[in-house]
């Protein structure tokens, strides 16, 4: 199938699951409920120190759990027992998620990977036996470079953005100006569809990459849609539900 005619460049996809104030992001209830609307999950992963694969976007537990430390210092059973925000939820495994999914619906899963030896052939390993439909992103392209070496047949996607205040915190002046500008696609990643940050499209970094499927990330209002719409393939909606969205005509 052309990446085109895909759910990643044609299907409704949600940021995290449909999150609210009783089904936090990345948890089983909001992907529950994305999977009931029949909308494609954009899902995050991180790697614990047991190599336990999770479901979980920050490096650190404190805006989500309410609790000091940081996940890559963690062990599973360090983490089992913490709850998401107010609710009952707990951190999810991939193992959880993938038996929750089941195939229902496509899935992107960003792999969040700060230098942890093994966290591509662990995601790998929880991957491969999956029958689901799903492909895999990440801002680090050597991420990227190592599902096209060991696993060429899982289409990848090259995150990205301006990496200004937090976005970019973590990243030397040098990866931002070259992972802005999209310089590592060629030769590095690879990729088969680019991930873009709303905030900072449309931008003359995409527009070389015409023949890929551009998805802007993310999008929680009209007004963001409204820009955004004209020089994108698909949209990763944040906090809403799409239905809600008032699309200017």
Excluded at 127 to 138: D, H, N, R, T, W
Aim: overall charge positive; hydrophobic content about 40%; aromatic content about 10%.
């Amino acid at each position: 199938m052309d990446i085109f005619d895909s759910y990643i460049a044609n299907g409704t996809i949600i940021y995290r699951g449909l999150h609210d104030n009783i089904s936090p992001e990345n948890s089983i209830g909001a992907i529950k409920k994305a999977i009931a609307k029949g909308y494609a999950l954009e899902l995050d992963l991180r790697m614990l120190t047991d190599g336990t694969i999770v479901v979980f976007h920050d490096e650190r537990l404190g805006r989500m759990t309410k609790t000091d430390g940081f996940l890559s210092n963690c062990s599973y059973d360090d983490i089992k027992g913490l709850t998401l925000l107010k609710s009952d939820e707990h951190i999810p495994t991939l193992a959880e998620v993938l038996k929750v999914i089941d195939g229902q619906v496509p899935v992107i899963f960003d792999i969040k990977n700060i230098d942890m030896i093994g966290v591509e052939k662990n995601v790998w390993k929880a991957l491969k036996p999956y029958k689901g439909e799903y492909a895999i992103q990440s801002v680090n392209p050597y991420t990227l470079e190592w599902f096209k070496c060991n696993a060429p047949a899982v289409k990848r996607g090259q995150l990205a953005s301006f990496f200004k205040g937090e976005k970019g915190k973590d990243l030397s002046f040098r990866n931002k100006f070259r992972l802005k500008r999209l310089m590592l696609c060629a030769k590095v990643s690879e990729p088969n569809f680019i991930s873009y940050d709303a905030d900072n499209l449309p931008n003359r970094f995409v527009k070389k990459f015409a023949h890929l499927p551009i998805l802007a990330w993310k999008v929680s209002d009209a007004e963001t849609l409204d820009r955004v719409k004209g020089c994108t393939s698909n949209i990763i909606y944040d906090g809403i539900d799409p239905e809600t969205i008032n699309i200017a005509k």
